[in-house]
């Protein structure tokens, strides 16, 4: 069995009166790629952003390959875990090669390895060469986020967080980057945790499930494992969305 890379055990936060996350404990291992799905509120987000410290857990503890999160300095830990967005963040002002370089530099990596890592990037999320002198305001929405994800993978980390990485996109953009990042996530042998609410997008991209409601794991497993032995009704009325949309547009169109 591969080597736990994220062990979060008995994870605990609140906001005022709202427990966003209640006693949650998860284990990841190496080159797993595990979805977060829950409604609103459910704490996905907040659970994702205990990893990098985006969020500090009032209880409980978070080990990133095998060592205590709370013990790394928080910008030493985040240039470590690429992490990618819904709304990208790239800095208008730089071209998307400055973009992708602003990890390496903090690094202190060479103007060489820099220039050498940007160019693999580009190819790695089918971008074409001269995308990287252009600023972000003349690209697409699918490009800029094609460039998030270049930019999260800049620094070769072994850990991919995603946070609604494709929400904003349109339908067939969304589709086709999705199985682009699954592509990425196998070549480069990535550990992947990926917050989505599209319960479809989770079982298409994800080897993992975790179904969170009100800040605590109502499941966690396979997709057709949870499917199968799921007992919560929450939990199957989630899972069984995308066959009760499939059916619907079978009906439709007349298939």
Avoid at 15 to 44: H, I, N, P, Q
């Amino acid at each position: 069995m591969a080597e736990a890379v994220l062990e979060l055990s008995g994870v605990g936060k609140r906001y005022g009166a709202t427990a966003a996350l209640d006693d949650v404990s998860l284990t990841v291992r190496a080159g797993e790629f595990v979805a977060l799905v829950g409604g609103s509120g459910s704490g996905k987000t907040t659970l994702l952003k205990t990893i990098n410290r985006l969020v500090a857990p009032d209880a409980g503890s978070v080990r990133v390959a095998g060592e205590d999160a709370a013990s790394v300095a928080a910008p030493l830990l985040r240039r470590r875990i690429g992490y990618v967005f819904q709304e990208v963040g790239l800095f208008p002002h730089l071209t998307v090669a400055e973009n992708i370089a602003v990890t390496p530099r903090l690094l202190g990596w060479d103007r060489d390895r820099i220039a050498a890592r940007t160019a693999e990037l580009l190819d790695l999320v089918a971008l074409p060469p001269d995308v990287a002198a252009r600023t972000p305001d003349a690209l697409s929405g699918g490009q800029r986020q094609r460039v998030g994800v270049a930019r999260a993978l800049a620094a070769e980390p072994a850990i991919l967080l995603m946070d609604e990485p494709f929400g904003a996109l349109d339908p067939i953009t969304r589709d086709q980057l999705g199985v682009d990042v699954r592509a990425l996530h196998e070549r480069l042998g990535l550990t992947t945790v990926m917050v989505t609410h599209d319960i479809a997008e989770a079982v298409l991209l994800a080897d993992r499930v975790v179904v969170l409601k009100a800040g605590r794991v109502l499941a966690d497993g396979a997709p057709a494992d949870l499917l199968s032995t799921a007992t919560d009704p929450d939990v199957r009325a989630l899972l069984e969305a995308p066959r009760r949309q499939a059916e619907r547009l079978r009906e439709r169109l007349g298939a």
